[in-house]
């Protein structure tokens, strides 16, 4: 089945700096990569997914970035604010659609400082 | 009823009773699923039905069942519970893209 890895397992910024997080994925028949922030307490949140037909995909202060060569997608936060302060959860899977099941890395906890 | 609905939100349960965990969403989505999330664990799948009548085992199904009467409806139930089962559990949806997760039930098993 699939495997993904995600890193770092924390990491911590300065307001306004950059924040990237990596994962990698084993399956290469992956195609579908979401990203998902969580806050403490709440639910997951999707806040933005990419498809293997693409190489990047931006939403205003947000970034995926995809390598399927190399099997591997990052997501890149810039001029983050305390607010970004969350766990945020790599997936993947074969497909968009519903008979696939998303693999999820193990988390990033950022923490944005003041 | 707006997106995914779980019920309790949290339970404190004696080791060896069982305990149904409800979920029900209203976005008519074919797939649902059971996720577990235990700190440095992540999420891990425990049961998925990709449409009504249908069910498949995740990767820690072991003390747990469902069944899936209908496509609104998607119950985990722990026949017998114990102390490891003791975790945050999540339902979601899916429909052409990513997941949409309920608010999750906090399991205590003491």
């Known amino acids: 089945g699939e495997n993904v890895e995600q890193h770092p397992s924390t990491l911590s910024v300065q307001e306004g700096d950059s924040a990237v997080i990596k994962c990698t994925y084993s399956?290469?028949?992956?195609?579908?990569f979401p990203w998902y922030k969580q806050e403490l307490g709440k639910r997951p949140q999707l806040i933005i997914d990419?498809?293997?037909?693409?190489g990047e995909k931006k939403d205003q202060r947000i970034a995926v970035t995809l390598n399927k060569t190399a099997k591997h997608f990052s997501l890149h936060i810039t001029e983050t604010q305390p607010e970004d302060s969350a766990v945020y959860f790599c997936a993947a899977s074969k497909s968009g659609g519903s008979n696939y099941k998303l693999t999820f890395g193990k988390g990033t906890l950022l923490t944005v400082n003041p | 009823i707006a997106g995914i609905t779980q019920a309790p939100t949290s339970q404190i349960l004696a080791a060896g009773r069982r305990m149904t965990l409800r979920c029900t969403q209203d976005?008519?989505?074919?797939?649902m699923y059971w996720y577990r999330q235990d700190l440095g664990l992540g999420l891990r799948l425990i049961h998925y039905s990709n449409t009504a009548g249908t069910t498949g085992k995740g990767e820690v199904p072991d003390g747990y069942s469902v069944s899936r009467a209908n496509t609104d409806d998607f119950p985990l139930t722990l026949a017998s519970a114990v102390p490891s089962q003791t975790s945050v559990y999540f339902c979601?949806?899916?429909?052409?893209?990513?997941?949409?997760f309920g608010s999750g039930t906090r399991l205590t098993v003491v």
């Open positions: 990419i498809r293997s037909n693409v």
């Open positions: 399956d290469s028949a992956s195609n579908y």
């Open positions: 979601a949806s899916r429909d052409n893209g990513g997941y949409t």
């Open positions: 976005m008519r989505h074919n797939a």
